[in-house]
């Protein structure tokens, strides 16, 4: 098989933001994935750094970076690849015909499905919660049937909010599913179908007025467009907004689909359904990786590879009893000796959790390194969540640190 300039092992956020990034400067690449990464059940906003090491809100996260630890993958990236990777990101968006608006300037504070707040950055125009903050009142749509998705719940933890409306009411519809539990993509194809559109139009309608703001799940269509939302604001004369839900979130899913067609566009092959099992090595560079497909073995040679194979959850990295590693590279993970020292005793109120923050160590061009701070691989680049520095889930930093080091490593392959 011919060598590409760049493989990237991994199809989450970090990888495809990284192929984005090499593609555009002419590089020729080939993404590999076995799955489809978080990306595809998160919400598909993009939190940069939400909370500070103790717990204290952000408000100003691209101010707040110069204050983290050197080993925080913001760091390594650099001040200037940040501020260029989320310019970057907002213009993919742009050109896949999916605007996303925000900077990593200001945090914004978004409406959850269980009627919290949660602090990000980056978001599709469906989820800006800024009409809410200027209305007296709001309508919360909910859908019959819908799992994990309770209007009542929603409005109980809006109206704590100082900023937000005190008077909600809600209006529910039935997408006439019976018989079964509905999901988010049950009902969000349901609204890619004209017929569909037209059913939930005539229902809300009942119970909506003009100029209503408008709460609803993420389930505005399946496609990375805004058409469902524009047809809706146009048939009501209401304002809507998709607030983040329960896995699958269709914003995360649309965001997945816009990005895996940016990097087409710009000629990136993508290997699906294909695990990297081994990479062949000489001389301190790796020259191919192997995937082990539904078939047989294949080799993809290159002259760069990026590793966005993620963390424990999508097995880029893995652990055993005291002892925790990379499966690819046979990279090390340094953790604490004793396991008593993984975790913390409360999964959600004890703070961040060590085992969080388990990863791979990385030099300034983001290259592996092993126990002396050397590259293990002249050729190798790490990103997103398998590096180690950060806890995603505690400071709200998942994405944000997704597209940084992704577009980072897609420019220095380049
Ligand atoms: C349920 C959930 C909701 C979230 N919501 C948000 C949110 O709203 N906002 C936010 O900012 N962050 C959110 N996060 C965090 C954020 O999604 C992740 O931190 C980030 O997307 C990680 O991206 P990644 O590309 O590094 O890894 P992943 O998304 O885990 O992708 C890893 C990829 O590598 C592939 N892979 C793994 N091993 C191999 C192999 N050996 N060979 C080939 N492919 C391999 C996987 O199949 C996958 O494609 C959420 C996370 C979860 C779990």
Redesign the pocket.
């Given at each position: 098989m011919s060598a590409c300039d760049v493989v990237v092992?991994?199809?989450?956020?970090?990888?495809?933001v990284a192929a984005a990034a090499a593609a555009e400067r002419d590089k020729k690449v080939v993404l590999?994935?076995?799955?489809?990464?978080?990306?595809a059940?998160?919400?598909?906003?993009?939190?940069v750094l939400g909370y500070e090491a103790g717990g204290k809100p952000v408000a100003r996260p691209l101010a707040e970076m110069g204050k983290l630890p050197s080993n925080h993958p913001y760091a390594r990236a650099g001040k200037q690849a940040t501020a260029k990777a989320f310019e970057f990101f907002l213009d993919l968006c742009e050109k896949g015909g999916f605007p996303y608006s925000g900077s990593a300037d200001v945090a914004r504070w978004v409406p959850t499905a269980i009627g919290t707040l949660k602090p990000?950055c980056f978001l599709p125009r469906s989820m800006d919660p800024a009409p809410l903050e200027a209305a007296k009142a709001a309508v919360v749509v909910g859908f019959r049937g819908l799992k994990d998705y309770y209007p009542e719940l929603i409005i109980r933890g809006l109206m704590q909010v100082p900023a937000y409306p005190k008077r909600f009411r809600t209006v529910i519809v039935d997408p006439e599913m019976a018989g079964r539990d509905v999901n988010a993509l049950d009902i969000a194809r349901w609204l890619d179908t004209e017929s569909g559109r037209h059913a939930c139009i005539e229902q809300m309608l009942t119970g909506i007025a003009p100029g209503n703001v408008v709460l609803v799940p993420p389930v505005l269509g399946t496609v990375p467009n805004y058409g469902v939302l524009e047809e809706f604001e146009k048939a009501t004369t209401c304002k809507f907004i998709e607030i983040?839900g329960m896995?699958p979130?269709i914003t995360?899913l649309r965001l997945y689909d816009l990005l895996v067609s940016e990097i087409k566009k710009r000629g990136v092959r993508i290997v699906e359904h294909?695990?990297?099992?081994r990479a062949v090595v000489d001389n301190g560079r790796c020259t191919a990786v192997v995937?082990h497909g539904v078939d047989r073995e294949r080799t993809h040679p290159a002259r760069s590879f990026i590793l966005?194979?993620?963390?424990f959850?999508?097995?880029?990295l893995e652990a055993g009893v005291g002892s925790a590693r990379e499966?690819?590279f046979g990279l090390p993970v340094k953790v604490p000796e004793s396991q008593s020292d993984w975790s913390n005793a409360f999964l959600l109120s004890g703070g961040a959790q060590p085992f969080a923050r388990f990863g791979l160590d990385v030099d300034a061009r983001l290259r592996p390194t092993d126990g002396s701070g050397k590259a293990v691989f002249e050729n190798v680049y790490a990103?997103?969540?398998?590096l180690s520095g950060f806890d995603?889930?505690f400071e709200?930093?998942?994405?944000?640190?997704?597209v940084v080091t992704?577009y980072r490593a897609g420019t220095l392959v380049a």
């Open positions: 092992i991994g199809g989450g956020l970090s990888g495809l590999i994935a076995k799955g489809v990464g978080a990306i059940v998160g919400s598909g906003s993009i939190d990000t983040t896995p979130a995360g294909a695990t990297v099992t995937t966005a194979t993620g963390g959850y999508s097995g880029g499966p690819v990103v997103g969540r398998t995603d889930a709200k930093s998942g994405n944000g640190v997704a992704g």
